[in-house]
């Protein structure tokens, strides 16, 4: 009897240490469940018949070389290279996902070496994404599918985004609002710098406003960037003042000429359209127009300056402005 009970609880807990396991361990049966995760080897290494780098070396691997990880335990990964099965360290792999991507930015040969004479592996279609492997000088090491080889640098864009000429970077554009003094106090920035999160926010306000009239957000991410503006045309509608409505008028190109070059035809197309929709929003309020359930008329769409397509709105005596390129 008391060797039955001893069994019982024997079994017991070995069923109990079992349900522990997959609790404690559950993306060892994840992984196995949902399938093999692509990595690439990011130095020489082997692989191993078990956890163990004594063990017997099944294959010898080289840098960047692709592997399927099956699961993951402790500090070695279960894997599979063609027909070998084994165990890699952890420290030698990097998730593919993890690395940089680009696309090429024209038609481009594949190269085996850092040369236009090294042999031609594939020939990749412009705005192919590829995994950067690594960054040579002129050349860079990348990787399209289970192909690996070199292309030249200048080949290659970080964004599939193609954007005007004209247009500026994210950083660029940060610091042409900064360098604008306010027309009414010449110490202090036409523009007053902040954050939102991870926005960058601008604002412009006058000496007659409680609140800022003149709205931007700047950020930049997933390799693209997000930018929004609202203005009031409360500021020219309500104060009636020559001086006012010019400064105002003065920030909105200021604001031209800091996300298009200076100068150039797209900050003046932007600039006319921002005071085009400015007029209607005016021609609204003064008209007092409105629909048959008594909201003030709304205009939408979406205008394309070069190559930027902006998304607008405007509504009482509001305009929205924004532009998203994010990927």
């Given at each position: ?99 940089e991507s680009v696309w090429t930015a024209k038609t481009v040969k594949l190269k085996s070496g ?198 607008y709105s405007n509504l009482d005596l509001s305009v929205d402005l924004s532009l998203d390129t994010?990927?």
């Amino acid at each position: 009897m008391h060797k039955r009970t001893t069994r019982l609880l024997c079994g017991v807990l070995t069923f109990v240490l079992a349900i522990g396991l997959l609790v404690s361990y559950p993306n060892m049966q994840v992984s196995a469940q949902n399938g093999s995760t692509s990595y690439v080897t990011i130095q020489k290494t082997h692989v191993y018949q078990s956890k163990h780098t004594k063990s017997k070396s099944l294959k010898r691997m080289g840098l960047h070389e692709v592997v399927s990880v099956i699961s993951v335990q402790s500090s070695w990964a279960n894997v599979k290279v063609g027909k070998v099965k084994g165990y890699v360290p952890v420290k030698h792999l990097k998730k593919t996902s993890t690395f940089e991507s680009v696309w090429t930015a024209k038609t481009v040969k594949l190269k085996s070496g850092r040369n236009q004479s090294s042999k031609t592996i594939s020939t990749l279609s412009k705005n192919k994404k590829l995994i950067v492997l690594q960054k040579m000088g002129s050349w860079t090491k990348v990787m399209d599918g289970s192909k690996k080889g070199y292309v030249p640098a200048t080949s290659l864009k970080s964004s599939l985004v193609e954007y005007s000429q004209s247009f500026q970077s994210y950083e660029q554009i940060v610091k042409n609002l900064n360098r604008f003094k306010h027309p009414e106090y010449p110490d202090q920035p036409m523009f007053v710098q902040d954050r939102h999160y991870e926005q960058t926010v601008f604002e412009y306000q006058s000496s007659k406003s409680k609140n800022p009239s003149i709205g931007m957000t700047v950020h930049e991410e997933r390799k693209g960037i997000y930018f929004t503006m609202y203005y009031k045309g409360s500021e020219i509608y309500a104060f009636n003042d020559p001086m006012i409505e010019q400064n105002y008028r003065d920030a909105l190109k200021n604001i031209s000429n800091s996300i298009y070059k200076k100068g150039s035809p797209e900050a003046g197309q932007f600039y006319a359209f921002c005071i085009e929709q400015l007029e209607m929003v005016l021609d609204h309020a003064s008209k007092h127009r409105y629909d048959e359930l008594g909201n003030a008329l709304l205009a939408r769409g979406t205008k394309r300056i070069g190559k930027e397509d902006f998304f607008y709105s405007n509504l009482d005596l509001s305009v929205d402005l924004s532009l998203d390129t994010r990927q």
